[in-house]
Structures are given as structure tokens and as C-alpha cells.
């Protein structure tokens, strides 16, 4: 390991797991490190509906606790995606609701709390909390949250480079499938030179750009296709806003999966002119999950957390209470003026 970070200055694992207030290290990375060091097995987890960011990075954490010559139990409360099951070690991610077994710490990625993982069990573990989205907070007993990361598997590519670990092929693999997943093909907000970079090194590592596009777009269920219909079949567009929803009852029509979800939203805000969109699902029990997007000027990720979420500011989601029409109404009275600030501020800078 390479000891040119001062690894040795930050509070012990036992520190950690005793007295929360004692971690303030001036770099967290270094904390995190530390629980590692001193740790043998760990449970590495993220939200649940796993897509391609938090798939990437539990698998790129494991392999780099793996090969620290450690133990990583990988679980996720849902399964996961068919896009992403080629992905090299994604056999080895277990599902469960409940996890057990002595842990020395459980690193969640990407989760504001224990909830959104949908996992019970958690609270007995020393968590270590690594985020990258707006919504993000300190709420573990060891927190790195940078909300300037274009994916939370560039904040484990920083850690497995501040460890000295080799950045093998697949690793690589896996975290460049979470840059190209979580900026949506490179185009949304978060992206800087840095992150092009950052692509460049994991192909010069081992990872297969062409290839892992054609397995992340190039691999849609035929239920996808038929639930999209059903979504494109209620777009309704208003100026600059756009929505589309599906009911469960289409879920069972199409017999889609969750997953199949993932990106409907997108169809809405690619319409020219168009600055936000929201996409609706209706859960079996009448709970209404929404699905936010941006080109930029208006925040989704203040509007959602207002609704109990969170997020990106280009990209996030809540779920709040039905029936679908309510919800419809309730999500359109937030975004229609948020829409009309957006773009008068879009003007302004533009005249």
C-alpha cells in the first residue's frame, strides 16, 4: 500500500465505530483507507433498483478490497439489470433484504441512508459513506461526499489510486461503465475535461469503450420496447416541459421489469426546446415513483429533494403519494414555474 498519505493519522477503526465525532480527518480518503487496513471483511452495497453507477462501483470496490488481500460481500436488495450482468463479477452480487454475518464495516455507495438501500440489518455496522450526488449527507461514521465527482466510481478510482492498487482490466471495465452510465453518454452536467481524462485512463487500463457501449444500449429487452410504447403513448409536452407515465397495469401488459424503467424519461427531455421532463410510474400500491431530468437550468435535484428524494441536479427522483392523476398535478405545479425561472434566466444571459 502506499504509504505517502498519512494513513496513520486518521482514527482507528474501533475509534470510529466508538465515537463517530472522532472522524475528522483532514482528508477522508485517508480515513476510509483505515478502516480497510485494519478491517478483514466487508459488506459493500448500494441503492436499491441498482443501475449502471452503483452496479460499477460495488464491483470495482470489491475487486479493490479483494485484492488488498481482504473479504467483500457484495449484496444489493434488487437484482440486477440484464444490461449489466455481463459486467466482469456481477455473478458474485448476492440479493437479499436482510444482510448478516460479522462485518468490520459495510461501505454503502451512494446512499443518503440505510433506507435507500432497502436493506435491514445495516445500523449494527460501522458504515462508511461515499457519495457523489447533491442530495448527499454525512450521516455515516465515516463520510466522503463530493458532489463534483461525475460518478461515485470516480471517487473508488481515487481511493484504489491513493491505496497504490494495480487498476486492473476489469476494474477499469467496471468503472468506466459508471461514467458512461451516470453522465448519460457523456452529456450531462457533471461532465468536465477531468472526466474524459479520467475515461482515457481506464482505457489504457484495460477497458473496452466500444464493447462496453454496445452492452450498456445494445442489449434492450423486448418488455422495455413494449413499455416505452405504452410511455410514449401518454407524452404530453406544455412550452418547455414535457411528461410521459405509465400505470401499473402496464407494467403487467408489457410484463416489464423495474428495470425496464430506467430511462424512459430521457424520450421527454430529448424533444427540441424541451428543458425538463418528468416521467411517472405507478407502483402496485399506488405510490407514484418519479423520475426528473435537465438540460441545466432547472434544478431537479432541490425539486425532488423537496418531494422526500434526491439527486443530481440534472437528474433525480422521489416517490410520493398517488393516485397518478394527483401526483401528475402535484409534480406540475412545482416544475411549470421552476421551468419559466429557468428559462428567463437562460434569456437573460443569452440577450
Not at 407514484?288 to 432547472?298: A, D, E, Q, T
Amino acid at each position: 500500500m502506499d504509504q505517502s498519505h498519512p494513513i496513520a493519522e486518521s482514527p482507528t477503526a474501533a475509534d470510529i465505530a466508538a465515537n463517530p465525532a472522532a472522524n475528522s480527518p483532514t482528508n477522508p480518503i485517508d480515513a476510509i483507507l483505515q478502516v480497510i487496513r485494519e478491517g478483514e471483511r466487508f459488506l459493500v452495497c448500494s441503492h436499491s433498483r441498482p443501475d449502471g453507477d452503483a452496479v460499477g462501483s460495488v464491483l470495482a470496490m470489491g475487486m479493490f478490497i479483494e485484492h488488498l488481500g481482504k473479504r467483500a460481500d457484495l449484496v444489493t436488495a434488487d437484482r440486477i439489470p440484464v444490461v449489466y450482468r455481463k459486467l466482469p463479477g456481477a455473478d458474485g452480487i448476492r440479493t437479499a433484504l436482510r444482510v448478516h454475518g460479522p462485518y468490520d464495516a459495510a461501505i454503502l455507495l451512494e446512499c443518503d441512508s440505510t433506507e435507500r438501500t432497502r436493506l435491514r440489518g445495516l445500523e449494527r455496522f460501522t458504515i462508511v459513506n461515499i457519495d457523489h450526488h447533491v442530495s448527499g449527507r454525512p450521516w455515516g461514521q465515516v463520510n466522503w461526499i463530493d458532489r463534483e465527482a461525475a460518478s461515485v466510481g470516480e471517487l473508488v478510482y481515487r481511493l484504489i489510486k491513493a491505496a497504490g492498487a494495480n487498476l486492473t482490466p476489469e476494474i477499469a471495465t467496471c468503472l468506466y461503465t459508471t461514467l458512461l452510465t451516470d453522465t448519460g453518454g457523456f452529456i450531462y452536467g457533471g461532465v468536465r475535461a477531468s472526466t474524459f481524462a479520467l475515461a482515457e485512463e481506464l482505457a489504457l487500463a484495460g477497458a473496452n469503450p466500444i464493447q462496453i457501449s454496445k452492452d450498456t444500449y445494445f442489449r434492450t429487452p423486448m418488455s422495455k420496447l413494449l413499455l416505452l410504447g405504452a410511455a410514449l403513448n401518454n407524452l404530453h409536452r406544455e412550452g418547455r416541459l414535457a411528461w410521459l407515465w405509465i400505470t401499473h397495469n402496464d407494467m403487467v401488459r408489457t410484463c416489464a421489469a423495474e428495470e425496464d424503467c430506467e430511462g424512459i424519461v430521457n424520450y421527454a427531455l430529448s424533444i427540441a426546446d424541451v428543458e425538463a421532463a418528468v416521467f411517472l410510474h405507478e407502483l402496485p400500491e399506488q405510490r407514484i415513483r418519479m423520475s426528473l431530468r435537465s438540460k441545466g437550468n432547472v434544478n431537479v435535484a432541490a425539486i425532488a429533494e423537496g418531494l422526500g428524494g434526491g439527486g443530481h441536479e440534472n437528474a433525480a427522483g422521489c416517490t410520493i403519494d398517488g393516485p397518478l392523476g394527483r401526483a401528475l398535478d402535484e409534480i406540475l405545479a412545482v416544475l411549470r414555474p421552476c421551468v419559466a425561472s429557468g428559462v428567463a434566466k437562460q434569456d437573460s444571459r443569452s440577450g
